[in-house]
């Protein structure tokens, strides 16, 4: 069996991740520190470069650059907006190359880091060989009917720590074999980022237009629907082209966001944004800092004397194809976070059609050693592309609220079975899946799935 999964944008994700990882249900041998899964396209049609990952973490933990620069006060719906401008701007020198010219950028030397453990994979999983990048769902084109999207789309994303992560990084890691998942706490000011690019040329999606263009090798999306339909195919990668739609920036600040640590934010594409290349037209969606648990059973977002969410924020003036797929009660989720489900059947026998099911921080709250719970509010583990059944608990129900509540880095959504909290981060849970299943130590199998 595999397990592949792509996390959200981190968050429904900013989530969150978007990510594909090979879970082999025996040990084998397995390289922790490979850079992709080692499927290469024939010289003849890429003489381009391929992107190496960086694992030279650094050997002492300094200060971070990004809290120097901080107006050190918690955020707010008033104070979000410049807390985003100003962080795009500090990360500008090292990751403007990252969107516009990536097959010339290079994470050592912009000093950027990545996660062992988690290249493994056959053609469409594990991370491909041009950028490294993770494959993630299947977006149904339903789902920005309105934006005028033709065909069903694919996201492919990267997913790089600063040298204040990395410090976490190397504890973690010292001993490949043998993680220290209980240590896992990141260090004030730690930035994680993942930029996520699509499939649809501007043709068949005009908000894509203007967009920086980048290529990997991965099976195109035909074959991946037609294996989500249950036929049979054998992987044949090609060199696909994309438009970066999105990019997620999560920081550690416990002064910004007291009651989770943790600040999710989402910048998606604007065509018609001023600027000199595709990294200025990538505009705020919104920040998040919480899960606002008192309003977890209120769709809308509000709450019974109708106050709106607290703890996200969200740009008013954003595309409009950004605020159409927002996540649960109008929390922070980006376009290719898949918050928007469909075909959701209801633990009281109800089916809905469409519902907004997840956001940044509900996703990467799930963040546990052992993998326990699910991404979504659901009672089962795996879950399906979108549009086929998914079991999920009733929206605004005691249960579906246990995914929206506020915890720290280190309280585990499901302590009670033991559970080891991961700080947010949905890679390193994914990576420890892989270093148990390599090892020998894997839990049992579980069906083929894939994330936001």
């Known amino acids: 069996m595999q397990l592949a999964s792509s996390i959200c944008r981190w968050g429904a994700c900013a989530a969150a991740l978007s990510l594909q990882l090979a ?13 992709n899964n080692g499927i290469y396209p024939a010289p003849s ?11 030279a973490y650094p ?24 807390y985003v401008m100003a962080l795009k701007r500090h990360l500008e020198p090292s990751l403007r190359k990252m969107i516009e010219a990536p097959e010339a950028w290079s994470p050592a030397a912009n000093g950027w880091y990545d996660m062992p453990w988690v290249a493994q994979g056959d053609a469409e999983n594990g991370r491909e060989p041009i950028l490294g990048s993770f494959t993630g769902q299947i977006v149904l084109k339903r789902t920005f009917a309105a934006s005028g999207l033709k065909v069903d789309l694919q996201n492919h994303t990267v997913i790089y720590y600063d040298a204040t992560a990395a410090g976490t990084l190397r504890k973690l890691w010292a001993n490949p074999m043998r993680p220290d998942r209980s240590g896992v706490n990141f260090a004030e000011g730690a930035i994680i980022v993942k930029a996520g690019a699509v499939s649809p040329t501007p043709a068949e999606w005009p908000v894509v237009e ?53 600040v999710f934010i989402t910048y998606i594409h604007d065509k018609s944004a001023p600027g000199r290349g595709a990294w200025d037209k990538l505009v705020p969606l919104g920040a998040m800092w919480g899960n606002d648990p008192d309003f977890a059973r209120q769709p809308d977002g509000r709450d019974p004397q109708g106050g709106p969410l607290r ?110 909290g991961l700080d947010y981060d949905m890679l390193v849970m994914f990576a420890l899946s892989n270093v148990e299943a390599a090892t020998g130590n894997a839990p049992p199998a579980l069906p083929r799935l894939k994330a936001h």
């Open 23 to 35: 879970l082999p249900s025996v040990a084998t041998a397995a390289d922790p520190f490979a850079s």
């Open 45 to 55: 049609s890429w003489a381009q470069p391929y992107r190496t990952a960086n694992f």
């Open 59 to 82: 050997q002492q933990d300094g200060p971070s650059a990004w809290l120097k620069a901080t107006s050190g006060q918690p955020l707010s719906t008033a104070t979000a907006p410049a």
């Open 210 to 262: 203007g967009a920086a263009t980048w290529t990997v090798f991965r099976p195109p999306v035909s074959q991946v629907v037609a294996h989500n339909q249950g036929k049979a195919v054998t992987w044949k990668p090609e060199l696909t082209p994309l438009r970066a739609l999105q990019f997620d920036i999560i920081v550690k600040d416990k002064v910004a966001s007291p009651q989770t640590g943790w």
């Open 311 to 420: 703890e996200t924020w969200i740009n008013p003036d954003a595309p409009r194809y950004g605020l159409a797929t927002l996540g649960w009660g109008g929390r922070l989720s980006g376009p290719i976070d898949v918050s928007e489900r469909h075909n959701v059947v209801l633990t009281n026998g109800k089916v809905l059609k469409t519902t907004r099911a997840s956001s940044c921080l509900s996703c990467h709250g799930t963040a546990q050693s052992p993998f326990i719970s699910n991404l979504y509010p659901s009672p089962n583990r795996a879950f399906p592309p979108d549009g086929s059944p998914f079991p999920m608990f009733e929206p605004g129900s005691t249960q579906w609220a246990k995914w929206f509540a506020n915890r720290s880095g280190q309280q585990p959504m499901d302590a009670h079975v033991g559970s080891v």
